[in-house]
T-cell receptor, first 115, second 116 residues
């Protein structure tokens, strides 16, 4: 148990659907992250929030829309996805979001399949 | 730009064998941090170790040991007397000092399979 909970664990959606991924951290951290993990590719950083402010948007298509209402919750809203968006989406948190030496705490991810 | 290379895609060993996972990194920054994470079948990445660029001391933690060599830009990870529970995907990662939130560059991972 890492203290970071993601729901749902699995999601199947059509290309025209709208869905949301949820992440909650119980560690009192100030920074939260979305990563995408595709087969045979390195983990890709998508978004970073520090103190509820987005500090990184790593050239992610607009069909992915993050939301961070408070430092404990992070959402990823999905709409009109493509089959190549099928991947494991991992949420993570870190203590301060102010340094490159911070270790990240990850959730178990949402396995997304886009049909 | 940063890059992390884990050339070994999959390694299979028999329990109690020693195994070394290789990691080679590239960066022009003089201040950086190296990490290893473990991803068991349950999916979450678990932090194993962090090392800064100014500390080349090797580290041992139980059956795990890490060899950091700046001269070869490598940060290799050895598991001694491997066990079935060590079966997982292991990721090496690099982070450079940006003054903002951590932005890890990950390798593609090495899948370790330990069998009886």
């Amino acid at each position: 148990e890492t203290g970071v909970t993601q729901t749902p664990r699995h999601l199947v959606m059509g290309m025209t659907n709208k869905k949301s991924l949820k992440c909650e951290q119980h560690l009192g951290h100030n920074a939260m992250y979305w990563y995408k993990q595709s087969a045979k590719k390195p983990l890709e950083l998508m978004f970073v929030y520090s103190l509820e402010e987005r500090v990184e948007n790593n050239s992610v298509p607009s069909r992915f829309s993050p939301e961070c209402p408070n430092s404990s919750h992070l959402f990823l809203h999905l709409h009109t996805l493509q089959p190549e968006d099928s991947a494991l989406y991992l949420c993570a948190s870190s203590q301060d979001g102010q340094g490159s030496d911070e270790k990240l705490f990850f959730g178990s991810g949402t396995q997304l399949s886009v049909l | 730009a940063q890059k992390v290379t884990q050339a070994q895609t999959e390694i299979s060993v028999v329990e109690k064998e020693d195994v070394t996972l290789d990691c080679v990194y590239e960066t022009r920054d003089t201040t950086y941090y190296l990490f290893w994470y473990k991803q068991p079948p349950s999916g979450e990445l678990v932090f194993l170790i962090r090392r800064n660029s100014f500390d080349e001391q090797n580290e041992i933690s139980g059956r795990y040991s890490w060899n950091f060599q700046k001269s070869t830009s490598s940060f290799n990870f050895t598991i001694t007397a491997s066990q079935v529970v060590d079966s997982a995907v292991y990721f090496c990662a690099l982070s450079v000092s940006t003054g903002t939130a951590s932005k890890l560059t990950f390798g593609t991972g090495t899948r370790l399979q330990v069998t009886l």
